[in-house]
Every structure is written in structure tokens, then in C-alpha cells.
């Protein structure tokens, strides 16, 4: 009975609410009761004259198809007075508004310290920095698509980066009255592409580019794979950047370690789907675009800009130690340099910057590189003796001319020795015979063609006498997906450039984890007794097998330190890589097209690993590491072939033998880029 008075009494208020409620709303007025209180923002603020060090401006300049983009100018007040400073542009999908306002301060330099601005050379240099959203993204009109295709086949519609950029300039050098007319353009990474965009039908004005460690091919190896091998741990940044205009919807981590949660979701593909990454269009094309077909060779600006011609005058900036665009610097100098008709004269065009950092470390402090010294801020004698010097030569009104230009043709630090060097050319080729390294030869300074071969010997043993016919056959590991081997100690950080982030440096970590595994077949060879100085493209030339169908080889060309360093006790025994890549065996007959992997047959896989300026110096050793797996950076291979390992089942995922061989009829090498050793 209880229960029942107690719904009646809720019957009765809910009748009597719904009367209240009903009379309320019929004598409700048509208009607001009271007075609106008025707001107290101005429609616009302008700052006080005088109390800054430049004027702020933002401006959404007009595309030839209607499109406005979002653009801040910071003009400094030397060239309000002067009216004749040059511009330096940058494009980027990181907002423009955050890159331009990281201080409070009355001063440019802390106001756009911080990513993609050098800022040192800008602030001194009296540049007017100009920031650009690219269209679709923060505060931009139109549509986003990641690294937009050129016009063409991948794009039908009549505006890429290219022609944004033109129309920029356009707009820039007739609107910007403090402006001298001549614009640079440069940037890191996804800025790097849209910097050499800049290139394919450049406008007059633009006078200088400086690709700084830029997107060029996304299959071959930069952000999204690497030899086919798939870069899982870029799936939050597709997830956030491609989601939203605003980078609104945020990538979750489920596990502190990304070992384990790339592990629980057995394959890329299935942890894609678990997220709701198919709504991002970047997503679905990757999926259906697993190889090096038309879709991601129409689009790699290698290729693209080796049908250009070269009209502006372009500094590459290259990272050796670069964790994400490692291939992409390298690949378009490779397919600029043809079409420098003017090497060697005041005229010449295309330069060349290599520095010991990890991606974009250019512009900050580059004394370290983890746990490696080089004695010296190396981003800061960058910027100092070759970046500066080389924007003021082509864009400065009082700019020094001469004979030849102001900075070498190609500037590399040299680690190991941890020298700068200035070179007429990139790789230097030496024409010696190799010399065999030995402890027997003390002081050798080996010299030799970029063929120059390191063979793998049975017993662990490195070194470049050719395996004797006597030699045993091969060295053998189990590949185990449950087990892959991690590219770094865990747990494993996700990709990140936050205060504790040690993601940058990865590529310098100290690799005696994975040398202790029996999953890494290892090879050395002795103690040096005199310098090995390689410069150039090392080739790895693999010759393995494996039990099952498909496979992963990754190749690791290392620097032992000795067993104790005097100066620095924690580098004893350190094993440095100096040159490491992937390759995914079912391409090693076309990029193009995957193919099963005959079951326990020797193939070659020969792929090319990233360029490096190195001495290996006496009393330390070289190494080589060899793996099935580098997880969680790469999916892993199921190591059973499947058409699309996006989507590999469970029970595709295979434990398999893996062999490789060195024998004088199957030899391994890796052919080092040797020159005169310093």
C-alpha cells in the first residue's frame, strides 16, 4: 500500500507540474523581460602604439579559386622605417596563430620562438615573418587533404600548394609596403613540402627555398612507410590531424607502454578499426594503398620536381639522425642536383646541409643528440655560418655578390671526428682500393669506390675479405610475432616533442638490448686500428630466407664505442647507430606489387639505408644487427602472406625460421660509401 500512495502522490505533482508548466508557457511573453546588459569587448583591438618591437597583422588573403587562407605577418619596426626588408614565408597545417604567438612578449624573438621558426635569423636578419594556414586547416577556408596532390591525376580541381603559394607571394609583395619584393619560403617536415611546392611554377618574387627535413615520399620512407613496412605509431597523428580543421578530436593511449597497445590490436588495420579511424579520408586511401602504386607515385615530389626546372636557389637541410622524414631531404637533392646547369659558379642553385640532429633539431640547441656529445652547438653554427649567410646573399638588398656563393655547395657535420666539413659535392667519391681492416694494419686509412663491401662471416664476425669457400653456410634465428623486438627500450613512448619526450632521439639509442636478443643475428668485426670513414648511401645486400611467406628484414650498420671512455663513463660499450632501415620482402621484386616469399629459398633483398657522414674511429668496432621486426614503430609482418596485411587475422601471425646466408657462393655484404679517411 505504501508503494501505491507513494505513485499516487508522484502521479498528482507530475499532473500538477505539467498544469503549472502548461499556464506558464501560455502567458510566457513574445519578447525577453529585461533589458540586454551590454557587452563590454570592442568590436576590435588595436595595440598601443610604440610598446611593441613589431606590428601584428592577420590578414586572409584570397586564392584564384575564391579560397581565403588565414596569414599572419609579424613586421618588425626596423623595416616599418627602412620600408625595404625581405619576407620569409612559411606554410603550415599547425596554425599559424599558435606558431606566432608563444610569448606575451613586447619582442618578435620570444613571441615566434619555438617550431619552424629560426628564430635567431629571423629576428637579426630583420625579416618580416609571414605564417600561413594551408587551406582547410585552423583558421583557413576549403577542404583539407593531407599533402594535397599537385594538379593532375590525383587532384583534378585547379589549386594545390603550388599555386596557393603563388598567389600568396602575389598578394604579399603588393599588399606588405615595408616589404623589399623578394620572399623567401622555408620550413621542417609537412613545412618542407609545402617549401618545395613552392618550387613547381615559382613565382617571380620568391628569390629562396630552405626545405628543412621534408615530406616527400610517403611510401618509400617518411611518415607513413618505410619500405613497405607500414609506421604504426603515426596512426594518432593521422587520427588528429586529418580529423578535424582544428585538430579537435584527440588520439587515446590505452596502455603506458605502446607495446602493448599495438600488441592487444593484433594488427594496425584492427586497431584502426577499433578507434574509428576509417572516418579520416587519409586512413581509408592508406588501406586501400598498402604498395607503391600509382597512388602514392603521382604524388612524391622527388619525382615531380626532377620535371622542373631549377630557377630559385635552394638549400636542403638534412638530419642524419631524423626520426621521421629521413628519406625525403636526400631523395629531392638526389633529383634537384641534374638540374643544376650552374654547379660550381656564382649561378649555382641547389646546396646541400647535413647536420647531426633528430628531426627539425636545426633550429634549437644541437649540442646532444641523447646520450651523444658533439662538443659544440651544431644547430647554432648551422644557422650561423650557412643558414643566415645564405638567406642574406638572396634576399637582402646590401646582399655581398661575388664570384661564387657565400656558403659551400654541400655543408656536412662529420660525426665520429665531430667536425664541420665543406664540400664541392655530395656523396665525395674516392677512387682508392678498399683496405682491409685488421688489427695488423694500424693507422689504415681506408679509400674506396661507394661499392666498397663489409661482409657478414659465420661466428658473428664482420669485416672485407669475402667469406673463404670453407665458410659455414648461414646464421640462423627464430622470428617469433608474439616476441617482436622493440625498436627501443620499454615501455615505449608515443611519437611526441613534449618536455620529456625522448621520441626524437630514438634513432641514437644505445642498441646492446637488441644485440643480446636471440631473435638479432650480430656480426662485428675487429677493433679498429685506424679511422673508417664512410659518406654517403650505405647498401644493405641481404641474402636470407625465411620458413615462411612474407618477412621483414631490418638492417642496422652500427658504431661500437670501446669498452670504457674516459671522458664520458657512460658511453663505454655504447652501440650508436649510425645507418638503420626496414624492408618488407614481399616488394622485393616490385614496390609495386607484393609477392609471397618462397618458403626456405635464399633471396636477395638490396635496399638502400640513410646517408650518413661518419668515422668509425680506432678502438672502436663497426657492427651489423639483422631482425624480422621493429615493433612498435613498424606493424609487425605476420610472416605468412596475406593480400593486405592491414588486414592480417590472428592466425596469420606465424613464429618463422629465418637464415642469413654467408657463404662465398651467398654472400651478405653491406656496401659502404667509403672516402680518405681525416
Request: negative net charge; charged residues 20%.
Amino acid at each position: 500500500m505504501a508503494y501505491l500512495r507513494l505513485m499516487s502522490v508522484s502521479l498528482l505533482v507530475l499532473l500538477s507540474g505539467v498544469t503549472v508548466a502548461s499556464c506558464f508557457a501560455a502567458q510566457a511573453p513574445d519578447k525577453p523581460r529585461y533589458p540586454a546588459l551590454p557587452s563590454e569587448m570592442p568590436a576590435s583591438v588595436s595595440v598601443s602604439a610604440g610598446s611593441h618591437d613589431y606590428a601584428r597583422r592577420v590578414v586572409m588573403i584570397p586564392m584564384r579559386d575564391g579560397v581565403k587562407l588565414n596569414t599572419v605577418i609579424l613586421v618588425p619596426n626596423s623595416a616599418t622605417a627602412a620600408r625595404h626588408a625581405p619576407i620569409l614565408l612559411t606554410r603550415t597545417p599547425y596554425s599559424a596563430a599558435a606558431l606566432t604567438t608563444n610569448s606575451q612578449s613586447a619582442h618578435l624573438g620570444p613571441t615566434i620562438y619555438g617550431y619552424d621558426n629560426a628564430t635567431d635569423v629571423i629576428v637579426e636578419g630583420g625579416y618580416i615573418r609571414v605564417v600561413q594556414d594551408v587551406r582547410g586547416k585552423y583558421g583557413s577556408e576549403g577542404d583539407y587533404v593531407m599533402n594535397r596532390p599537385f594538379r593532375g591525376p590525383l587532384n583534378p580541381t585547379p589549386v594545390d600548394h603550388a599555386t596557393d603559394t603563388y598567389d600568396t607571394i602575389d598578394w604579399l609583395v603588393n599588399h606588405v609596403p615595408e616589404s623589399n619584393g623578394r620572399v623567401g619560403i622555408l620550413g621542417i617536415s609537412y613545412d618542407g613540402f609545402t617549401t618545395l611546392a613552392a618550387l613547381v611554377h615559382p613565382h617571380p618574387a620568391l628569390k629562396v627555398a630552405v626545405p628543412m627535413n621534408p615530406m616527400v615520399d610517403g611510401w618509400r620512407g617518411d611518415d607513413w612507410f618505410h619500405n613497405g613496412a607500414f609506421r604504426q605509431q603515426n596512426m594518432a597523428y593521422i587520427y588528429e590531424q586529418d580529423g578535424s580543421r582544428g585538430n579537435d578530436f584527440r588520439w587515446w593511449t590505452s596502455n603506458f607502454d605502446d607495446y602493448d597497445m599495438f600488441m592487444n590490436a593484433t594488427s594496425a588495420g584492427e586497431l584502426g578499426r577499433r578507434r574509428g579511424l576509417e572516418q579520416m579520408g587519409l586512413w581509408r586511401k592508406m588501406l586501400a594503398h598498402p604498395a607503391y602504386d600509382e597512388f602514392w607515385q603521382d604524388q612524391a615530389v622527388d619525382r615531380i620536381l626532377a620535371a622542373q626546372p631549377l630557377t630559385v636557389p635552394t638549400l636542403v637541410v638534412d638530419s642524419q639522425w631524423d626520426a621521421e622524414d629521413i628519406y625525403g631531404a636526400m631523395a629531392v637533392y638526389k633529383a634537384m642536383k641534374p638540374k643544376d646547369t650552374a654547379t660550381g659558379t656564382a649561378d649555382e642553385k641547389l646546396f646541400l646541409a647535413m647536420g647531426p640532429w633528430h628531426h627539425g633539431q636545426s633550429i634549437e640547441d644541437g649540442s646532444t643528440l641523447g646520450a651523444v656529445r658533439w662538443n659544440q652547438d651544431t644547430s647554432l653554427w648551422f644557422r650561423q655560418h650557412v643558414l643566415a649567410p645564405f638567406l642574406a646573399r638572396y634576399l637582402k638588398d646590401d646582399a655581398p655578390s661575388g664570384p661564387s656563393p657565400v656558403i659551400a655547395p654541400v655543408t656536412v657535420f662529420e660525426s665520429g671526428t665531430n667536425q664541420w666539413r665543406e664540400l664541392p659535392e655530395w656523396p665525395v667519391v674516392c677512387t682508392e682500393a678498399p683496405a682491409v681492416i685488421s688489427s695488423a694494419a694500424p693507422g689504415v686509412k681506408p679509400c674506396a669506390t661507394p661499392a666498397a663491401r663489409l661482409y657478414l662471416q659465420s661466428e658473428g664476425k664482420l669485416g672485407f675479405a669475402a667469406p673463404p669457400a670453407s665458410s659455414p653456410a648461414f646464421t640462423e634465428y627464430v622470428s617469433d610475432p608474439a616476441r617482436p623486438v622493440p625498436f627501443r627500450a620499454r615501455p615505449i613512448q608515443p611519437v611526441c616533442y613534449t618536455a620529456g619526450c625522448t621520441w626524437p632521439d630514438w634513432l641514437a639509442d644505445d642498441q646492446r638490448e637488441p644485440s643480446g636478443r636471440p631473435d638479432v643475428a650480430v656480426f662485428t668485426t675487429e677493433v679498429l686500428t685506424g679511422p673508417v670513414k664512410i659518406a654517403g648511401e650505405p647498401i644493405a645486400h641481404l641474402v636470407a630466407s625465411t620458413s615462411g611467406t612474407d618477412s621483414d628484414w631490418v638492417v642496422k650498420l652500427i658504431d661500437v664505442y670501446p669498452d670504457e671512455v674516459a671522458d664520458q663513463p657512460k658511453m663505454g660499450g655504447y652501440q650508436l647507430m649510425i645507418a638503420a632501415d626496414i624492408f618488407r620482402g614481399r616488394y622485393r621484386e616490385s614496390f609495386a606489387e607484393a609477392h609471397p616469399i618462397p618458403a626456405d629459398q635464399p633471396e636477395v633483398y638490396q635496399f638502400a639505408l640513410p646517408n650518413a657522414d661518419h668515422v668509425f674511429l680506432p678502438g672502436h668496432r663497426i657492427m651489423m644487427q639483422v631482425q624480422s621486426s621493429w615493433f612498435p614503430l613498424y606493424d609487425r609482418n605476420p610472416q605468412t602472406f596475406v593480400p593486405n596485411i592491414f588486414n592480417a587475422q590472428p592466425a596469420d601471425y606465424r613464429k618463422a625460421t629465418q637464415r642469413v646466408y654467408h657463404s662465398a657462393a651467398q654472400a651478405s655484404f653491406i656496401e659502404l660509401p667509403m672516402s680518405p679517411a681525416p
